[in-house]
């Protein structure tokens, strides 16, 4: 990646989590849940795909190889 991706606490927020092993799933409406809890809602995931961060799998999102590096970085 050539260029630093900016991102928001929300984006940072998922980012870490799954990073971490947990899974994002599609909740309600626009909610997007680990866990059983809403923690963003889908423009935070949609965002994070446009950036090249997430990609969208069968059971929800999983971080890009970028997405991966950017987390290594942020949440060594």
Do not use: H, Y
Request: glycine share 10%; net charge positive; hydrophobic share 40%.
């Amino acid at each position: 990646m050539t260029e630093e991706v900016k991102l928001t606490q929300a984006q940072m927020k998922i980012l870490r989590l799954i990073a971490g092993g947990f899974e994002a799933n599609r909740g309600k409406g626009s909610a997007v849940v680990v866990d059983n809890r809403k923690i963003c809602n889908i423009d935070t995931i949609t965002s994070l795909i446009k950036k090249g961060v997430l990609a969208q799998t069968e059971g929800g999102w999983s971080l890009t190889q970028d997405g991966s590096a950017i987390a290594k970085k942020l949440f060594p």
